[in-house]
Structure formats: C-alpha cells, structure tokens
C-alpha cells in the first residue's frame, strides 16, 4: 500500500491493521509502516508520537468498530431479549475471527495497561450496552434469580474467552476444517440460549 494524497494518520493506522493481522504486534513498527505507505520515517509523528501511541488509536476505532458490530447484531436478530444477547455473545467471536488486528489490539496487555480517555470511554460505554443487554435477556426468563452484573459477566468473560482461544496462534489450528459461525453458536447457546421460549421451557415442571 503506497500513500499519496488524503488521510495519512488513517492510512498508517489501515497498514498497522494489515500487519497485525498477518504477523502479530510484535511485528509493528513506525518506520516499517512509514516505509510501507511511502513517507518518510519521520512522518508518523505527526499522528502518532509512538507506537503506543498508534496502537491506543487503532485499539479505539477497533473498540468503536467492535460495539457497533455488536450492536448491530442485537438489532438483526430480532425483538426477543434472549435471542438478542444470545447473538450479542456470538457476534464477539466473529469479530474477533473477521477483523483479528483490531480484537488483538485492543486487548493487548501494553494497551490495555495504558490505555487512553477515548479507549477507556469506548470500553465504558460498550459494557453498559452489555449490562442492559443482559438486564433485558433477564427480564424475558433468562437465569431469574441472579444478579444482571453477574450474568453479564460471565456470559461476557465465556465470549471474550472463546473468541481468543478460537484466533490464538499458538492453537487456533485445533479448530481447522470447523464451521466457525457454527461452533460460535454453540459455544454461546451454553451460555445463554437463543430464545426466551427455551427460557420457558427450562423451568416448566416435565410432564
């Protein structure tokens, strides 16, 4: 990718996604994305004073990425609560699977650890979408009796969890050949089922 005209903080952060993605963050560095756009070594700086500085960026609008990717997902599946925190929980792993630079990114210890006031913003607000999520699925028969702060995060850490075992390098490969959206699904169906009639059904007495 060579820059030329436009946005260059985009396009150096564009590049880091692409490295990221094929070599891991360890990989990065702002003169090798300098080299790689077509400026000069110096040039990053303007943006980006480090490369913690270009990760943090990245982390966010990954974040923001992230939050509508799972917000939108909720929408497409429907009116019922369950059914929409069940798709919330899967649509994790498959971000995480679809855009793998941005999900490591901004769960990398280094970020995370100094993260900024926008990427700390952005996560805030993403968990309290979360919580009302889990509030909704609650009120509609899922799991009555436990407190929704609970629930949110077990079902959150069960997705977080999932999705880096299922794009961790070091053995992601267990899960070759599998179907991913698939296996995504049953892994949040333990968790939280994909509707609330099955909620229903659950606590009525056998017959």
């Known amino acids: 990718m060579t820059y030329h005209h436009g946005n260059l903080k985009q396009a150096l952060l564009d590049r880091a996604a692409e490295v990221i993605a094929d070599q891991g963050i360890e990989a990065l560095s702002l003169r090798a994305l300098a080299r790689d756009v077509g400026v000069s070594h110096a040039a990053p700086a303007r943006h980006f004073r480090d490369k913690k500085a270009l990760l943090s960026a990245l982390a966010t609008e990954g974040y923001l990425r992230f939050s ?109 050949g599998r179907d991913m959206e698939e296996l995504a699904a049953q892994i949040i169906n333990l968790v939280v089922p994909p509707s609330s009639q099955l909620c229903v059904e659950k606590r009525s007495p056998s017959t």
């Open 68 to 176: 509508a990717y799972v917000t939108n997902a909720a929408e497409q599946a429907g009116s019922d609560p369950v059914a929409r925190y069940n798709a919330m929980g899967r649509s994790v792993i498959r971000f995480a699977l679809t855009y793998p630079a941005y999900y490591a990114t901004f769960n990398h210890p280094d970020v995370t650890q100094q993260a900024d006031e926008d990427l700390l913003k952005s996560h805030k607000e993403y968990m309290e979408i979360v919580l009302m999520a889990a509030a909704e699925a609650q009120a509609a028969g899922w799991q009555p009796d436990i407190d929704p702060l609970v629930l949110m995060a077990f079902s959150s850490a069960a997705a977080a969890g999932a999705a880096n075992l299922v794009t961790n390098r070091r053995g992601s490969d267990i899960f070759e």
